[in-house]
T-cell receptor, first 111, second 117 residues
Framework: DAKTTQPNSMESNEEEPVHLPCNHS???????IHWYRQLPSQGPEYVIH???SNVNNRMASLAIAEDRKSSTLILHRATLRDAAVYYC????????????FGKGTLLTVNP | GAGVSQSPSNKVTEKGKDVELRCDPI?????LYWYRQRLGQGLEFLIY????????KSGLPSDRFSAERTGESVSTLTIQRTQQEDSAVYLC???????????????FGPGTRLTVL
């Protein structure tokens, strides 16, 4: 299984930036890093993905280390609606559809 | 457009009964996936369908679990002789392409919460 390591929980204040770290030391050169998040009582939703370069979309930014062994999801201004479990994942070995979600990081946003 | 839908949203059953869970993927999505999420845990892959290819059933935990999909439409996950350890949220996802590319995005439904008494 593709293994990533994330902190169990993090806290942020509303309107402040949040940096969610992820370690993926066994990732291969062709595996994309994906981030999903799961709001309470909902299924996971896609946030962002990247390979080597930093990526930006309307939801977040993804900063990928030069050696690709770690990445950071950046929420530029946290809102209360961003409170969720954030999962960092990748699939490898030709079974890219078998996404392995660990326990993720529970993000709490304080008003 | 409409997302992935699942029914029922909640199901309470007695140990030993059979249950059937339904998933309606996003129209046009060729790949469909089932996952299980136990309370406080991450997601476990169960099964994958892609077009008319043989499904990948490698994640099914026992022969009490089975799933079917007709073409590129509805899928049903059936659990026979339910046990208390089957209690979990069962999530369905679909993707536009095969899912075999490292860039494919999966779109999840809200899940079915199954409670086995």
């Amino acid at each position: 299984d593709a293994k990533t390591t994330q902190p169990n929980s993090m806290e942020s204040n509303e309107e402040e930036p949040v940096h969610l770290p992820c370690n993926h030391s066994t990732i291969s050169g062709t595996d994309y890093i994906h981030w999903y998040r799961q709001l309470p009582s909902q299924g996971p939703e896609y946030v962002i993905h990247g390979l080597t370069s930093n990526v930006n979309n309307r939801m977040a930014s993804l900063a990928i280390a030069e050696d690709r062994k770690s990445s950071t999801l950046i929420l530029h201004r946290a809102t209360l609606r961003d409170a969720a479990v954030y999962y960092c994942i990748y699939a490898s070995g030709g079974s890219n559809y078998k996404l392995t979600f660990g326990k993720g990081t529970l993000l709490t946003v304080n008003p | 457009g409409a997302g992935v839908s699942q029914s029922p949203s909640n199901k309470v059953t007695e140990k030993g009964k059979d249950v059937e869970l339904r998933c309606d993927p996003i129209s046009g999505h060729t790949a469909l996936y089932w996952y299980r999420q136990r309370l406080g845990q991450g997601l476990e892959f169960l099964i994958y369908f892609q077009g008319n290819s043989a499904p990948d059933k490698s994640g099914l935990p026992s022969d009490r679990f089975s799933a079917e999909r007709t073409g590129e439409s509805v899928s049903t996950l059936t659990i026979q002789r339910t046990q208390q350890e089957d209690s979990a949220v069962y999530l369905c996802a679909s993707s536009m392409t095969s899912g075999r590319s490292s860039t494919d995005t999966q779109y999840f439904g809200p899940g079915t919460r199954l409670t086995v008494l």
